[in-house]
């Protein structure tokens, strides 16, 4: 599939998905890798205690293409809806970035697609058995058979998180 193909997906959540633990993909969107943005870094990380006096200058620029995105042809961005990843840090809202060309190994956070609807799970390979967790409690693993329909999509690299 190409990043063309993955502008843009749109998958509705129903009340019972939700309550059945389905993190569900809302949108699926391919990164922009025309546009630089170069921002700027500071010399000096920034303190989580007391703070610290403020550095006059900057280090250089970061581009965040460059920065998270390792294979832009075979990434593509992910919104989620659903509770069911939280002890991940992932949480309704939040953006993925995945990578496709990233092999998906035991532990891995995937984007899969489960009898045709996409998710986002930890991956466990285990006695030839393949079960995708969930990082929240209340939820219950799904374990694929094979009559079900089962594709990995990719590897989830970041979670991109806001805290406004």
Known sequence: MTNKALYKLVYQNTRQDLQEGKVLVKELLAP????????????????????????????????????????????????????????????????????????????????????????????????NKITLYPENTNYKPIEITIDMEFEVWGVVTTVIHSVL
């Open 32 to 127: 922009e890798m025309l546009v630089q943005y170069e921002l700027p870094i500071y010399l000096e990380s920034v303190s989580a205690g007391f703070p610290s006096p403020a550095e006059d200058y900057v280090e250089g620029k970061l581009d965040l293409n460059e920065h998270l995105i390792k294979n832009p042809t075979a990434t593509f961005f992910v919104r989620v809806t659903g509770n069911s990843m939280e002890g991940a840090g992932i949480y309704s809202g939040d953006t993925l970035i995945v990578d496709r060309s990233i092999n998906p190994k035991h532990g891995s956070v995937v984007i899969a697609v489960v009898n045709g609807e996409l998710t986002v799970k930890r991956l466990s390979k285990k006695n």
